[in-house]
């Protein structure tokens, strides 16, 4: 089972350098991100999404190999691969892409532009679909960036443990500071 957290960011940029961060983690084996999303809300109040799987190129990639041999095999039966490679490639990129751009993976886009609408402008959040996670470890890494827990599909209990963790490695660096 799979758990949404979102972490809102002062700054346009901080969410971008958390995810580049957690991407990092997850080649540690610190966490286990399934899908992730920045928002960020820039002065002015214009909200832009950032997606982490674009599924319009994953299609397109997909279809176009599928495509390609597809349509040499039925070029190979015309005595024409060359031509069935082309066209069966062009036909299948841009079926992949057009069921790429009408899927939806992973975080529910209506729940994002809902979050990010209430975003202070020149703030930034980060959505995160968490399989699993070391979370001290995973906290004292994003903890720099003053993370705030804007909603997670986590129980009352663990939501409250989560934003302790943070204050509490916001004290300590604060301490040591």
């Known amino acids: 089972m799979s758990d949404l957290v979102v972490l809102g960011f002062d700054g346009t940029t901080t969410a971008d350098e958390v995810l580049t961060k957690m991407h990092a983690m997850q080649k540690e084996h ?42 040499m095999l039925a070029g190979l039966m015309t005595l024409n691969p060359l031509a069935g490679f082309a066209i069966g490639g062009m036909a299948g990129a841009a079926m992949g892409a057009l069921a790429g751009s009408l899927s939806d993976y992973g975080i529910n886009d209506d729940v994002i532009k809902q979050i990010g609408a209430t975003l202070p402008e020149g703030s930034s959040a980060l959505f995160g679909l968490v399989a699993s996670a070391t979370a001290d470890k995973v906290i004292a890494e994003i903890e720099p960036y003053g993370p705030r827990v804007l909603k997670t599909s986590l129980s009352n209990e663990q939501e409250a443990a989560l934003k302790a963790a943070i204050a509490a490695a916001a004290a300590k660096d604060a301490g040591t500071a």
């Open 30 to 71: 610190l966490i286990d991100l399934l899908d992730a999303c920045v928002v960020i809300r820039h002065p002015g109040g214009k909200v832009q999404l950032k997606q982490a799987v674009n599924m319009t190129a994953t299609g397109a990639s997909t279809g176009l190999t599928t495509g390609a041999l597809v349509g």
